[in-house]
Nanobody, 126 residues
Framework: VQLQASGGGLVQAGGSLRLSCAAS????????VGWFRQTPGKEREFVCA????????YYADSVKGRFTVSRDDAKATAYLQLNAMKPEDAAVYYC????????????????????WGQGTKVTVSS
């Protein structure tokens, strides 16, 4: 199983970025996908998640209304659209897959996710 996160980079505050998470080696549609972020010295923070069907999503309050999670099961890829970015959004962003969440029981707990990508770095300039 492999999750490959990509799309990170440098963006100005107020700008946008789209991250991708390409999966292989698993039945992608059966898994919920979560996005987390982490900055040095801090614990990994939940950002959002989407169920296996795509019918359910959940967002951390800090990103609600600015970030949008989506998925394309035909491409085995999930996306995270980051809009109206703030300096505090700068972090390494990780995607993760959760089999239990595939039916809609989304979780914010990192320990519940079965597989993780390697992370993609997002830098926001003020």
């Amino acid at each position: 199983v492999q999750l490959q996160a990509s799309g990170g980079g440098l963006v100005q505050a107020g700008g946008s970025l789209r991250l991708s998470c390409a999966a292989s080696g698993l039945t992608f549609s059966s898994y919920a996908v979560g996005w987390f972020r982490q900055t040095p010295g801090k614990e990994r923070e939940f950002v959002c998640a989407i169920s296996g069907s795509g019918s359910s999503t959940y967002y951390a309050d800090s990103v609600k209304g600015r970030f949008t999670v989506s998925r394309d099961d035909a491409k085995a890829t999930a996306y995270l659209q980051l809009n109206a970015m703030k300096p505090e959004d700068a972090a390494v962003y990780y995607c993760a897959a959760d089999l239990a969440g595939g039916l809609g029981s989304l979780t914010v707990r990192a320990a519940h996710y079965d597989y993780w990508g390697q992370g993609t770095k997002v830098t926001v300039s003020s």
